[in-house]
């Protein structure tokens, strides 16, 4: 089974899928974390593409002019670098049996293209449409105010400067609360798990996640 999470910056979704991960291993259900920036390949030729790409995507794009590029180069970018993972990392660790948790899959990336550039949610979810899919999505659903009381610095992209490294950042609050609302729409559209977890440990959290995907497993 392959289990993603969604939601706005600071929603606890890194944190939330480490806990997931311990409270399976808990019910003795096999289950590993994926970091999607750094995932644990061999040394070789795959190891290397992906780090390049993904340096790409989250290192040396940041401050960088890269609207010059295009956003259609950034979103099959990021369509090839997820293609990429799901072949080398996301399948082969399910097909053994684990259940494989990502803290975020490639949805984040469409909202934040919708709400920054020239392709409505609709037309980006069509260009990434071949994009493999999760078994299970869990949309933590927090709001801005409490995200953003959890953060002391906040980047441009969180921000809401996509499109254009020099453009006017807004306020983080204001921007996440367009964010989430693309968030809410998709999860209602795709059948998401929608999860409110306010204040709560994410030990608890991660309980109420777990039963879920147990059911799931028909354990």
Not at 81 to 96: D, K
Not at 165 to 189: I, N
Request: aromatic share 8%; net charge negative.
């Amino acid at each position: 089974m392959f289990v993603a999470f969604e939601g706005i910056d600071g929603s606890g979704k890194t944190t939330t899928a480490a806990a997931l991960v311990r409270e399976l291993h808990k019910r003795g259900i096999s289950a590993i974390a994926v970091d999607k920036r750094r995932p644990e390949l061999p040394a070789g030729y795959a190891h290397e593409h992906l780090a390049v790409l993904a340096d790409r995507l989250w290192t040396t794009s940041v401050g960088a002019p890269i609207h010059v590029l295009g956003e259609l180069h950034w979103i099959y970018l990021n369509a090839a670098y997820f293609c990429a993972l799901w072949q080398t990392t996301v399948a082969p660790a399910a097909n053994q049996g684990h259940v494989v948790v990502v803290d975020n899959w490639i949805n984040k990336f469409a909202v934040r293209v919708s709400t920054n550039g020239q392709h409505a949610l609709g037309e980006v979810l069509k260009l990434i449409n071949e994009v493999p899919k999760p078994d299970q999505v869990f949309f933590l659903d927090v709001e801005p105010v409490i995200a953003a009381a959890r953060r002391s610095h906040f980047s441009a992209h969180e921000q809401g400067s996509l499109r254009d490294a020099f453009a006017e950042r807004r306020d983080f609050v204001a921007y996440q609360t367009d964010v989430r609302a693309m968030l809410a729409s998709l999860a209602d559209h795709c059948g998401w798990h929608r999860i409110a977890p306010g204040t709560r440990p994410a030990g608890e959290v991660a309980s109420e996640i777990a039963d879920v995907i147990s059911e799931g497993l028909k354990l």
